[in-house]
């Protein structure tokens, strides 16, 4: 077992690193901005990305892209991570709508979507989730009816990131309600007009999220994607990218959550108690094995292997590393995290706010957990 | 960036792990009497004697990791050989590139069995020890049944004479431990990251016992039924079982990718030693508990296997600087890399 970069590899790193530095000259730090700011510099990455024909880095050659693997995207993902780049805007788009259409769509549909994507002026977001189905969800309920020339849709959607700046959706309706929950679902590549978009205000204040309210929304047959009926099998297709896409950045963003740690214990003075320094060990542990457990998984890809359940005890890790460091960092704070008033206290809190979702999005922790005892103890379904 | 198992090191895997299928009973007949070998002892010790010893001390080029699969293999099944015991120390020895020359045949081919002598009565780790070396050690494994004695102290590693042998009562009776007294050295090799790489020996077998107590447990949760269905079917029962294979997966990513530091000279080979002894001891005393827990009122019986892990877990948690030590190094290590820490 080898953990070193191949020479291919560390080349493949360097040029990704000195384009980076480039690119990023002039991007500030954005743990510090407000959303505003920084949703701006998300949409002038997003198109930095485009530009320097980056977008599409893993897609096929065929459909435009550069015909990458999985481990250059992690390279890729991880370089800009470690240097604190902005989060690109259309991330929906090149990470799971591209990929999805790649695998499922006609080849009208790939020429319909793929260029806009990689040129960056066609931005999806994904309209799974709704407030009756969560966990659960093929207990979706959103129904489209047949009509002339395609259906007519009326539902509601929600924890839509970005649907105020997409002009697309990933869109999961019901079209046989009699079929049973797996089989009545259709997978549509829908644009958004007509789609009503209103924005959630988080804990935080933020207000990344959306729902959305489809009322006799009509969407063609021809954005039907992988067939009628057949929804739900395409929707796992776009989870196992979603998975992918997210288990490559997990551990530098626990990296980076202990690193703030670090630094605020330090400014206290308080990084030499020992509960500290324990505490600071444990997170380390955790923070490591996401890093390691990841490099893994990428070696079985590679390999021809499929990334197993494995990636639900590092997702459970990552969450629980950031929401621990996060916690620590509020309580390190004069009045423990209950003064918001000077702009360090409140982005740690604003932080540690925003970690009580990492438990929650992406697959519940409770869900994470199912998985690992059905798939790894081959334990019953408990859900 | 492989990070893949070598087909090499999957063979060895199934071939210990096969020989060990043959000894799971041992460590409870072990409970009551005196310690002996069981059948894996002497093979285990002839012929997989060079496995993770760098060439410069005799090795034929198997890497760390090579070991560490081997020994993880062993503690799944609770294997109670000497043979870990004597490949912590041979490791011991194999630290520093500037030894002067290849092991002794005998120690290589098993016929002279070493155990290592590295924790010290009242200290919790080897950095915090100070000078004069006390010269007693404890929780010397196998010290009775051993031909050879290697020691870590303040200035480096030796091949150590008993001069008291006192055998404790071991919470784990198939892992007899001793306090040992030693005759203060005539001279002794620079132990580089040979202390590391005992602690990784230790680190694997924690992982093995890990997985074992996992696999129990499992097995008790598909098979066991109440109110009507298998108590896996209950998320109170399932999940603490999931949080347990996190814990074992999350300690073995760390103790290859520290073996894997080690035998690279990477410089952040210390702190993911640390990291990994201290994971690996959490790792299996915690799956050691839930083992015991899944099994309802059995599970506190002498009658039922989980103490057994539960036994293993605590002394190999205990062994090479106990894991509470280790993860406060981790810690200290950590919080000295940042920048800000410096100023």
Known sequence: ?383 | MRATFTQEQRDIGATVGSLADADRGTARELLAGPWRAPAADGPLLRDFGLLGVPEPAGGIGSGLIDLLVAVEALGERLVPSRFPAHAAAVQLLCGDERRTGPLPDEVLDGRRVLTPAVDVPGSAGWADRVSPDPLVRTLVPYAAQADGVVALGPDGVWFADPVRTTARQSLDPSVPLADLTLAAPERTQPAGAGPLRAALVVAAELCGVAQGAVDLAAEQARTRRQFGRVIGAFQGVAFPLAEAATARKAAWDLTLYAAWAVDNGRPDAGIQVHAAKAAAGQAAVFAAERCIQVHGGMGITMEADPHLFLRRAFVLDARCGRGSWHRRRTGELRIRSRPTSRA
């Not at chain 1, 189905?133 to 959607?157: E, F, H, M, P, Q």
């Not at chain 1, 990552?318 to 929401?323: E, K, L």
């Open chain 1, 1 to 383: 077992m080898d953990f070193a970069d191949s020479d291919t590899d560390l080349a493949f790193r360097h040029e990704v690193g000195r384009w980076l530095d480039g690119a990023l000259a002039d991007v500030p730090d954005q743990e510090e901005l407000s959303q505003d700011a920084r949703e701006h510099w998300s949409r002038v990455w997003q198109d930095r990305l485009c530009a320097g024909n980056w977008a599409g880095l893993s897609w096929p050659v065929a459909h435009g892209g550069r015909g990458m693997d999985a481990l250059a995207q992690a390279v890729f993902n991880e370089e800009a991570a470690v240097r604190g780049a902005p989060y690109p805007l259309n991330g929906v788009g090149m990470m799971l709508a591209g990929p999805t259409i790649i695998a499922h769509g006609t080849d009208a549909q790939q020429a319909r979507h793929l260029p806009g994507i990689l040129r960056g002026d066609e931005y999806w977001c994904q309209g799974f989730s709704e407030p009756g189905s969560g966990s659960d969800l093929a207990s979706l309920t959103t129904a489209a009816t047949r009509v002339d020339g395609g259906w007519r849709i009326n539902g509601a959607k929600i924890w839509t990131s970005n649907a105020h700046n997409a002009s697309h959706c990933l869109l999961l309706a019901r079209t046989d309600a009699a079929a049973p929950k797996h089989q009545g679902i259709t997978y549509f590549l829908a644009p958004m007009d007509g789609f009503t978009v209103r924005s959630l205000e988080m804990i935080n204040g933020d207000t990344e999220f959306n729902e959305m309210f489809l009322d006799d929304v009509f969407v063609a047959d021809a954005d039907v994607l992988g067939g009628v009926g057949n929804g739900w099998t395409v929707a796992l297709t776009t989870l196992a990218f979603e998975r992918g896409s997210m288990a490559l950045n997990l551990w530098v963003w626990a990296r980076q959550a202990v690193d703030r740690l670090i630094d605020v214990a330090v400014a206290r003075g308080v990084a030499d108690d020992s509960a500290f320094v324990d505490a600071v060990g444990a997170l380390q542990c955790d923070a490591e094995a996401v890093r390691i457990g990841s490099m893994r998984m990428l070696g079985e890809s590679r390999a021809g292997g499929v990334p197993g359940p494995e990636t639900s005890a590092l997702k459970s890790l990552w969450a629980r590393v950031v929401q621990h460091a996060n916690r620590l960092a509020v309580q390190l704070d004069e009045a423990g995290g209950v003064l918001v008033d000077g702009d360090g206290a409140a982005a740690r809190m604003r932080r540690y706010l925003r970690a009580r979702a990492h438990t929650i999005e992406g697959g519940t922790e409770e869900v994470q957990k199912s998985i690992l005892a059905e798939r790894v103890l081959r334990l019953p379904r408990s859900r």
